[in-house]
């Protein structure tokens, strides 16, 4: 018998309404029935496309006796992260705090007033490796609770207590100067991988973020050893195995340090980062490399995460079928024999494919396959000789059981992909993309805002999802609406974007400027989460900042510029100690300083000169410049959609730009050339 989660709408909790497992979702109900009851709680937390939260779930959930044993001793919540992010983001801070690590699965024992007494992650069905068995563990909790009740209740209000007292205090850090950029860019030096790219060690995640920062670094002080870094990190990713050599896109991270071995979920919001990372460094570089791997990023986005509805769905599983053993194995849609290359291609084909993409009799992977990589070392090869084997395996693939999607629409990941869309259909002339953005706007504005315009977190099949919008849902969906606005010239987006950011000052900003994850009027948890660092995606707290900054610079606002001043006091506080975490507040910080620069385009729409003038600004590399074009608009408002189009004149009839900064403008230019110079590196 279905339990309480049939009549939910994320992927993740309809996996488990079939479960023998009594769960309930997060809600008032579940914990009145704790009380009633005089049981604890058990919190279980994943997402759809997490390897081990499957694991857990058929060992552990979909085992009668296990559910029975929770069903009499427990109240069982589970809650899909990716909806929840405020209930995840505070019990992770306590697992992290009390652990000293934590991920996904996420499983934390609560008493009825929902404070936390137990952590814990991934629990195996048999104790291994010097870790309990999940039922060691729910028999070890269930005796605390009845034996040692004051014990349990004073470590669960001492938990609270310690979390209250993180409150963060940046407000009064001051904004970020030359100096924590460039001590930021010196912290970033010591942690880099210079025989691999990348940050650190294994896992190694793609530092998203911080190679914005490094691109928007090395635009506006000339320093070569960011683009360096930025450049040579890119390749190295786009040639591992953590790129999909077939169908373009991102796996979540590798599981080494060298790129071969991914983790294989797909997520939207890695890929949409990535595809917008490798534009940008093609717009500084030329790169030929940074160029397709941001175009196929794109249309694989399009191709395998769009919904009927034209939004873009969450992730892809790591996990799917293997057709010859018919289990759920992670990897089996990606990973290849020589035997299968060659079973396709034929011998000399697969010969040179089996070269080509790095792939072994021993295997890269597991079980003698391997993921397809790029080596340095492969064997050079005609270029449409490699476009028709690579057609040839995809189209082959394409065959076997696809990993699961998750189709549930986030609004926030949704935002980063209207961006990196958009501006790929500007730089790469490919209007399919653009309107491929449009759409998801579209989709964004319908049905995830209402009235007041306020942002629902997700929807599904077109259909609002319950969860209110946090901070990052309003900075990244307003980033996505201003650079739509940029490439369309549509002000419409610009407007939007401005609803949003208001609400950010109303519902999101403390009286000293720093930001809440959830707004004023949110669920009240144990703690308000407030959270500034960078996880896989920016912070809402610097991804509002970005979009407080740009939205000041279109309208002149100084409310808003100031309140994205004062949220990069955290900046000033983290960049120089730590630059890996804060990578998005460092690349905002970057266009603080260099103004940002704003760009009018002004002339008719079907003018050729115009179009010629509005591309060179779209790729102009000074950090964080808006861009609006359109007619002059008249000093009434007539006209233009655009504040900063306002009283924009033509020179000699012709399209002109118009390029301002700190209160100072350059001359008006008709010229491409000149306004490309305007907005190019500025050396120190």
């Known amino acids: 018998m279905p339990n309480r989660l049939a009549n939910e709408t994320s992927p993740y909790l309809l996996q488990h309404a079939d479960n023998p497992v009594d769960w309930w979702p997060w809600s008032p109900e579940a914990f009145a029935e704790a009380r009633e009851r005089g049981v604890p709680v058990l919190l279980s937390v994943g997402y759809s496309s997490c390897h081990w939260c499957h694991v857990l779930s058929i060992e552990s959930f979909e085992d009668e006796l296990t559910a029975a044993y929770m069903n009499e001793h427990f109240v069982n919540i589970k809650v899909d992260r990716e909806e929840r992010p405020d209930v995840d983001a505070v019990y992770m801070e306590a697992v992290q705090a009390a652990t000293g690590q934590g991920g996904w699965p996420m499983t934390v024992f609560l008493t009825p007033d929902a404070e936390p007494f137990y952590f814990g992650t991934y629990f195996p069905p048999e104790p291994r490796h010097g870790m309990p068995s999940f039922m060691q563990v729910l028999e070890g909790v269930r005796t605390a609770w009845v034996g040692r009740p004051e014990e349990v209740t004073e470590v669960?209000?001492?938990?609270?207590?310690?979390l209250a007292g993180r409150q963060l205090d940046y407000g009064k850090a001051g904004t970020p100067g030359p100096e924590e950029l460039a001590g930021a860019l010196l912290g970033l030096?010591?942690?880099y991988d210079a025989t691999r790219g990348g940050f650190g060690g294994a896992p190694k995640f793609p530092p998203s973020m911080v190679l914005e920062f490094l691109l928007r670094h090395h635009a506006r002080t000339g320093a070569e050893g960011a683009l360096q870094m930025a450049a040579d990190t890119c390749e190295a990713m786009a040639r591992g195995g953590i790129y999909d050599q077939l169908g373009g896109g991102f796996a979540r991270y590798s599981v080494d340090r060298e790129w071969v071995v991914p983790h294989f979920e797909k997520m939207l919001y890695d890929n949409a980062l990535l595809c917008r990372v490798y534009a940008h460094l093609w717009r500084a570089t030329g790169s030929d490399l940074a160029r397709r791997v941001a175009l196929e990023t794109a249309d694989f986005?399009?191709?395998?995460?769009?919904?009927?509805q034209g939004g873009f769905a969450s992730a892809l599983d790591a996990d799917s079928e293997d057709p010859l053993s018919g289990e759920h194995v992670e990897g089996a849609y990606y990973a290849w024999t020589p035997a299968q290359l060659r079973e396709v291609l034929g011998g000399d084909d697969g010969d040179l494919a089996v070269a080509y993409f790095g792939v072994t009799e021993e295997g890269t992977f597991e079980h003698g396959k391997s993921v397809l990589q790029l080596p340095q070392d492969g064997p050079a090869a005609d270029a449409e000789r490699i476009a028709s084997i690579r057609a040839r395996l995809f189209a082959e693939r394409e065959t076997r059981p696809a990993p699961g999607r998750d189709d549930k629409v986030v609004a926030a990941w949704n935002g980063l992909a209207i961006a990196a869309l958009a501006e790929c259909g500007a730089y790469f002339e490919r209007p399919d993309l653009t309107e491929r953005a449009t759409e998801a706007a579209d989709l964004l504005v319908r049905v995830h805002m209402d009235g007041r315009a306020r942002l629902a977190r997700t929807?599904?099949?077109?259909?609002?999802?319950?969860?209110?919008?946090?901070l990052e849902d309003y900075g990244d969906v307003a980033e996505g609406f201003l650079a739509l606005a940029a490439v369309t010239g549509e002000g419409v987006w610009l407007e939007f974007a401005g609803f949003l950011v208001d609400l950010v000052l109303d519902q999101f900003t403390a009286q000293d400027g720093s930001l809440y994850d959830t707004?004023?009027?949110?669920?009240?948890l144990i703690r308000r989460p407030q959270d500034p660092t960078d996880t896989a995606a920016p912070s809402g707290w610097t991804a509002a900042a970005g979009a407080l900054l740009s939205y000041a610079a279109h309208t002149g606002s100084q409310a808003h510029r100031t309140a994205a001043e004062k949220a990069l006091g955290v900046v000033h506080a983290l960049g120089p100690r730590a630059p890996r975490f804060i990578g998005h507040g460092l690349a905002v910080a970057e266009a603080l300083l260099d103004g940002p620069r704003e760009v009018a385009v002004v002339g008719h729409l079907e003018d050729p000169a115009r179009a010629a003038l509005?591309?060179?600004?779209?790729?102009?590399?000074a950090p964080g410049a808006v861009v609006a074009t359109g007619m002059p608009r008249s000093a009434d408002g007539?006209?233009?959609?655009?504040?900063?189009l306002a009283e924009r004149t033509l020179v000699h009839d012709l399209p002109t730009a118009y390029v301002c900064r700190h209160f100072v403008c350059a001359r008006p230019t008709t010229d491409p050339v000149e306004l490309a110079e305007q907005l190019g590196t500025v050396r120190p």
Request: charged fraction near 30%.
């Open 156 to 162: 669960a209000q001492r938990i609270v207590r310690d």
């Open 189 to 191: 030096t010591r942690d």
């Open 301 to 308: 986005m399009v191709r395998e995460l769009r919904t009927d």
């Open 459 to 470: 929807s599904k099949d077109g259909h609002v999802g319950a969860n209110a919008g946090v």
């Open 519 to 524: 707004a004023h009027d949110a669920e009240a």
């Open 614 to 621: 509005h591309r060179t600004a779209l790729l102009g590399t």
């Open 638 to 644: 007539g006209g233009g959609e655009f504040p900063l």
